[in-house]
Nanobody
Framework: QVHLVESGGGLVQAGGSLRLSCVASGRDFSMYDMGWYRQAPGKQRRLVAQIHPTGNTIYADSVKGRFTISRDNAKNTVTVYLQMNSLKPEDTAVYYC????????WGQGAQVTVSS
C-alpha cells in the first residue's frame, strides 16, 4: 500500500525558514520524479518544485531562489525534502508531496503558515 507522509510544517514569521519532509513508501518511488505541491485556502493545488531521480530540479517562478527540493532514494522508501527560506505570507498553504507523472493517493499534507 502506498503511503505519502508529510511533516515539518508550522507557524513562522515572514523571512523565516522551514524544512518539510515527505516519506514515500509502498512503491519504488526511486524511479519517479517527485514533487511538492501546495494548496492555499480557496485555491487549486499547484506544483511548486519537482525533482528527477537523477537530481535535476524545476521550480515555479513564485518559489525560485527561495525553495530547494532534494531527495534521498531507496528502493522501498524515498524521502523528499523542501527547504523553504525567505518565507512570505503568500507561501501560506498546505504542502503535499507526490509523483507528478504517477500520482498516488494524497497524504494529509503539512500546514505552513507565514505571518507578516
Amino acid at each position: 500500500q502506498v503511503h505519502l507522509v508529510e511533516s515539518g510544517g508550522g507557524l513562522v514569521q515572514a523571512g523565516g525558514s522551514l524544512r518539510l519532509s515527505c516519506v514515500a513508501s509502498g512503491r519504488d518511488f526511486s524511479m519517479y520524479d517527485m514533487g511538492w505541491y501546495r494548496q492555499a485556502p480557496g485555491k487549486q493545488r499547484r506544483l511548486v518544485a519537482q525533482i528527477h531521480p537523477t537530481g535535476n530540479t524545476i521550480y515555479a517562478d513564485s518559489v525560485k531562489g527561495r525553495f530547494t527540493i532534494s531527495r534521498d532514494n531507496a528502493k522501498n522508501t524515498v524521502t523528499v525534502y523542501l527547504q523553504m527560506n525567505s518565507l512570505k505570507p503568500e507561501d501560506t498553504a498546505v504542502y503535499y508531496c507526490n509523483a507528478p507523472y504517477a500520482l498516488a493517493e494524497w497524504g494529509q499534507g503539512a500546514q505552513v503558515t507565514v505571518s507578516s
